[in-house]
């Protein structure tokens, strides 16, 4: 759990101090600052010493890799799991005495300057679990598989669906506005693959009105190129509007409009998705979400529940062993 | 040969178009632009075809990676095994139908945006193969194993060693001037090993003196630790020097000036390394090399032998399998 946390902290405070050209102009934090994480986690898993964790951080800044111009493709995905990779394969090298820099974050042919172009001192210089960012401001878990960007708007769309009733059939049009960076992301209009569906807000709204849910069994080639999601999607119109951007970047507001067949409107806002820390998942939420995705993976309904409920009582538990026995599969 | 020189191709003609600002504040290019450079070759020997081919190119942009801050350490040379194995990975995933961006380098959230902040456009369109960089302006081939900067001094001190009939117990000091970009690149002023001697002026200068020679056997950590070798180093100035300054930076000029004990000087001037283009090793000294790196690897005379005399017919050699036999071992 130690690790795990330090990964997590690690990664966050390099993102947050590394200059934001990083992320605009083109680099997915995710794997790049995720190489780092996975290092600092496996030093920790590994016990290596002071010296040879910097060395473990030094080698997977020279693999810190991952650009967003794959988003939408196979190779999202893949930059987590290379990342990962990555960092492991650095901790293990350094564990063999490889050497490198002592010093790969803010030096001057460090990672600070070359994949930012600078850094904020004051974002990362003894700011390492103080706070936690894990704790604050938090992190979210998200209830759908699709871009976090896209979450606001879900949230805001499942719940006017619940509260009038809405049916599929009978709506008109649907206006969604959010901030310009929004559809900066969400960049797939008409998705033609699942990967694509999850960076397409057309698409999330036209599954929940048609379904009612987006999890990972309507996150699929088959369900996207249903006639009935091609047509709902043209009803939908993604803009750019003037109240979500003057709502501010440290918000995602998302704005619904949506027209019904018999003339009548239902509008409503969300500033933030379920499942931020700003609205966050109930431990039951999280584990109807755990529960659907483990039946994705075939672990079974007896082995999901001992999981759930050692999870609840996490804080008792005699080892982890027990926790992750039923988990290797 | 085909596939190496497409990576090649391809590797020197993106070096050559990205901003110079991804050199300049860090990102080592053998790393960053050899990930495409394996990736390229290796889909032309697994003979993907166009688009399994822009596929590869993609993916490989997600994995390329490399920080100089790491020079001087093991992690320096695992930038180019380890941007050849992402490479042949990203080549591999695309032959298996992974997906990626049809466009990973001139994209907005590319390649050359993250990683360079931009390019020109004129170096690389219509460029590919119209020359061949192999061929114009050519490629180097280093005599010594240590960095590209430290071969015009090594060059003319050896030929100053030659011609003056120097000896290392009559010099009393010697000054090493170049332009100012140099040392930038050529930190290690005191190695303490052997990967720090490959980037140390003072070193290369100091082995010279001492043994006449600098080739795989000089660059041990034994021989770096020596007392001779130490007390050599002090001797040399490693200095920018304004002559140097003004000759360019398309030069590597070295201007030697070493004083003897007996009041005499010898002084000289080198703009290229032995090596380079404007001053190429002959094939007989190019086999010389592989002689003595083939030594070292335990190849063995006879098949080291057989192989120098292939490769001096190889525009006749029937297969390339036969080569690439006696290498096998």
């Not at 996975?38 to 080698?59: C, F, G, N």
């Not at 803009?239 to 995602?252: K, S």
Request: proline residues 4%; aromatic residues 6%; hydrophobic residues 40%.
């Amino acid at each position: 759990m130690l690790a795990y946390h330090l990964g997590v902290e690690v990664e966050c405070k390099i993102s947050e101090a590394i200059d934001p050209r990083h992320y605009q102009t083109g680099f997915h934090s995710t794997a790049t600052c995720g190489t780092f994480a996975a290092a600092a986690a496996s030093a920790k898993l590994m016990r290596l010493d002071v010296e040879q964790t910097l060395r473990a951080l030094s080698i997977a800044g020279s693999q810190s890799a991952g650009l967003r111009e794959n988003f939408g493709t196979m190779t999202k995905p893949f930059h987590a799991g290379r990342s990962s990779e990555s960092g492991v394969a650095a901790a293990q090298l350094a564990s063999y005495g490889w050497t490198a820099t002592d010093k790969i974050l803010e030096a001057p042919r460090g990672f600070f300057r070359a994949a930012g172009g600078g850094y904020d001192e004051n974002a990362i210089l003894d700011k390492l679990g103080a706070p936690w960012t894990f704790a604050q401001p938090g992190i979210s878990i998200k209830p759908h598989p699709s871009g976090s960007l896209t979450h606001p708007g879900m949230t805001e769309m499942r719940r006017l669906i619940r509260e009038h009733g809405i049916k599929a059939e009978n709506v008109h049009r649907v206006r969604v506005g959010t901030n310009h960076n929004m559809p900066n992301a969400l960049i797939h209009h008409r998705p033609e693959n699942e990967l694509q569906a999850k960076f397409s807000m057309e698409f999330c709204m036209a599954i929940l009105l048609l379904e009612g849910r987006a999890g990972l069994n309507e996150f699929t080639d088959e369900v996207v190129r249903r006639a009935d999601v091609k047509a709902m999607i043209e009803k939908i119109d993604f803009v750019v509007d003037d109240e979500a951007e003057a709502a501010g970047y440290d918000r995602m507001t998302t704005i619904l409009d949506i027209t019904l067949k018999n003339g009548g409107k239902v509008s409503g806002r969300a500033d933030f998705g379920k499942g931020s820390p700003a609205n966050p998942m109930s431990f039951d939420e999280v584990s109807d979400k755990f529960r659907e995705t483990a039946g994705f993976a075939g672990l079974g309904e007896d082995k999901t529940s001992d999981v759930v409920a050692m999870v609840r009582d996490l804080e008792t538990l005699a080892s982890i062993d027990r926790l992750l026995a039923p988990l290797r599969f």
